[in-house]
């Protein structure tokens, strides 16, 4: 019956980019191609003549833009080589270090040549509402080498682009580490032929059609006018359709590869010896190390999500700084309380229980609340790899589900509360052709949990 289910759950996971049924909504990043997109949105609809809207100067993109953009690549690179290989291969037993290091570095390789191939178009060009087209494939037409210009790519403020190539590489980035994170489910017992060709189908079925969802939309500058919205909302991924928030990938990444994950446990079987005989990390002191690179690389992964370099971008950084730091204590204290003292193993368990649960929130919420949300992971995750973990029955070898599982659903439902003006934060985009927030009276708590809740049912 186990492996039925696991079997049954598999597909559900191949298949849940073409079924939307388990993502939580976004309004995180900008299509690949906002910008031509925006120029074809009924523009004699936003001007009242022809000559008026050529008037228009076209957006220029901002080099500090630009260059946060580049910074931020290179900080979620460093997440992956060297850090979460290092923080994956001290957890495991010595004898399979080097093997569980190759898994996420080729991984992570290979990912991102299919992403240049196919997989950035089938995410970030206009399809319908559960997949991407082939208009970017191999990259076609993101610049034009005879007269050295540049495709541009919508940010969340009108006006306001960046290349299009350095959003195509931050995304690129997202794309490997969701992959290589799926490492740690099954580390020790799987074969490296095995993950290649997991990894290819995975990223094909799953993860393009869940980023398409969740991500995809037609940038600021298509809302022209309240007579186009439904028709550019239409063309936007079918869960940024439902309007609930996600800053930085708190689905597409930590829940998406936290599933695909607990299945592949289920599909691969224990350990020999799993239960028997004592599995403890072999070296705790390289999987400091690799939280710590984690730490620090994950402030481009949630403030570069703010696609520019900005106030969000700054409020996203402190969150992702002080939420951490209060998961860490928080996961501290449990244990203390649980087995009599703290670890290091927990507090490297902690940080990364924060960082993940802060993904979604970034932006979207203040600091006491991120704050907030950074110990409420902090708990629910040390629950999770703990008492969740038995209750599953699975070998999660590297605790994905526990911590990017349970972190990811927590900080989802939670950036819909700490969101609320009444709580501290920013609230959200209520209209996108004023770009008014929704007024702190107008604003509903259940409306925004309810919307990420849709989309995990």
């Not at 910074?71 to 997440?79: D, E, F, G, N």
């Not at 290589?180 to 099954?186: M, S």
């Not at 020790?188 to 059609?209: D, G, N, Q």
């Not at 860490?328 to 507090?347: D, F, I, N, P, T």
């Amino acid at each position: 019956m186990k492996k039925l289910l696991a079997t049954l759950a598999l597909g559900l996971t191949l298949g849940l980019g073409l079924f939307g049924t388990a993502s939580v909504a976004t309004a995180q990043t900008a299509p690949a191609a906002a910008t031509a997109a925006a120029a074809e949105a009924k523009p004699a609809e936003a001007a009242a003549t022809p000559a008026a809207a050529e008037a228009a100067p076209a957006a220029v993109p901002n080099k500090g833009d630009i260059a946060w953009m580049m910074v931020s690549t290179i900080l979620v690179i460093m997440m992956v080589i060297p850090g979460l290989a290092l923080f994956y291969g001290g957890l495991v037993r010595s004898k399979n270090m080097l093997s569980v290091l190759m898994q996420v570095m080729v991984t992570f390789s290979m990912v991102t040549v299919l992403w240049f191939i196919y997989g950035y178009s089938l995410a970030f060009t206009e399809g319908n509402a559960f997949i991407g087209g082939f208009d970017r494939l191999f990259m076609k037409g993101i610049w034009d080498n005879a007269a050295g210009t540049f495709a541009n790519a919508a940010t969340f403020s009108k006006g306001v682009v960046i290349p299009e190539i350095s959003f195509a590489a931050f995304q690129a980035t997202f794309a490997g580490i969701t992959c290589a994170l799926i490492v740690g489910a099954f580390a020790e017992r799987i074969k490296f032929s095995a993950v290649l060709a997991f990894m290819v189908l995975w990223f094909t079925f799953s993860y393009l059609p869940v980023a398409h969802m969740v991500w995809f939309w037609m940038g600021p500058d298509a809302y022209t006018a309240k007579e186009v919205v439904d028709e550019m909302t239409s063309k936007a991924g079918l869960i940024w359709q439902w309007g609930a928030l996600d800053f930085a990938g708190g689905t597409v990444v930590h829940i998406n590869a936290a599933v695909a994950g607990l299945v592949g446990a289920y599909m691969v079987g224990k350990r020999v010896g799993y239960g028997r005989e004592a599995m403890a990390p072999h070296s705790l002191t390289l999987t400091m190390v690799g939280a710590s690179l984690l730490w620090v690389g994950w402030f481009g992964f949630n403030a570069g999500s703010a696609l520019e370099a900005n106030g969000f971008a700054a409020l996203a950084f402190i969150n992702t700084l002080v939420a951490t730091a209060g998961a860490v204590l928080a996961w501290c204290v449990g244990e203390a309380l649980m087995r009599g003292k703290a670890s290091m193993l927990g507090a490297a368990s902690g940080a990364v229980a924060g960082l993940v649960a802060i993904t979604p929130a970034a932006g979207n919420v203040g600091i006491g609340g991120g704050l907030v949300i950074g110990i409420v992971a902090g708990f629910a995750c040390l629950w999770g790899v703990n008492g969740l973990k038995k209750m599953l029955g699975a070998d999660d070898s590297l605790d994905v589900f526990g911590v990017h599982g349970v972190g990811g659903i927590v900080g989802a439902l939670l950036t819909g509360v700490f969101n609320s003006p009444a709580l501290g934060g920013p609230s959200a985009v209520g209209d996108w052709v004023t770009v008014a927030m929704v007024a702190p009276d107008a604003y509903s708590i259940a409306s925004e949990v309810w919307s990420p809740s849709r989309s995990l049912t």
